[in-house]
């Protein structure tokens, strides 16, 4: 049993930058493989980044790399993404999530676990 509870969302202008959290409860955090995805209305849930126990151990989808970083403290059951260079087309609902094998994935029906989502908006 895990709880995922995602912070940090709100209104930013095109080429600022935003911090989202996740904080998660439940089952020990440490071991797990967290992941970053956001929806925008009327499109499918597109995978950002995923974040093994180490963490080095990170992959990320071609649209954010470079913009986007993926981290996490274990210490506080949290993970944390980074979003620099923010444009129009990065507005949607970002949700993190829980995968219950020690592998990265991208796909969504590999992570267990959801949070309810926090709204980014990008104006321009």
């Known amino acids: 049993q895990v709880q995922l509870v995602e912070s940090g969302g709100g209104l930013v202008q095109a080429g600022g930058s935003l911090r989202l959290s996740c904080a998660a409860s439940g089952r020990t955090f440490s071991v797990y493989v967290m992941g970053w995805f956001r929806q925008a209305p009327g499109k499918e849930r597109e995978f950002l980044a995923t974040?093994?126990?180490?963490?080095?151990?990170?992959y990320y989808a071609d649209s954010v790399k470079g913009r986007f970083t993926i981290s996490r403290d274990n210490a506080k059951n949290a993970v944390y993404l980074q979003m620099n260079s923010l444009k129009p087309e990065d507005t949607a609902v970002y949700y993190c999530?829980?995968?219950?094998?020690?592998?990265?994935?991208?796909?969504?029906?590999?992570?267990?676990?959801w949070g309810q989502g926090t709204q980014v908006t990008v104006s321009s």
């Open positions: 974040i093994r126990r180490t963490a080095g151990n990170t």
């Open positions: 999530a829980l995968r219950l094998y020690d592998t990265n994935s991208y796909n969504r029906d590999e992570y267990a676990y």
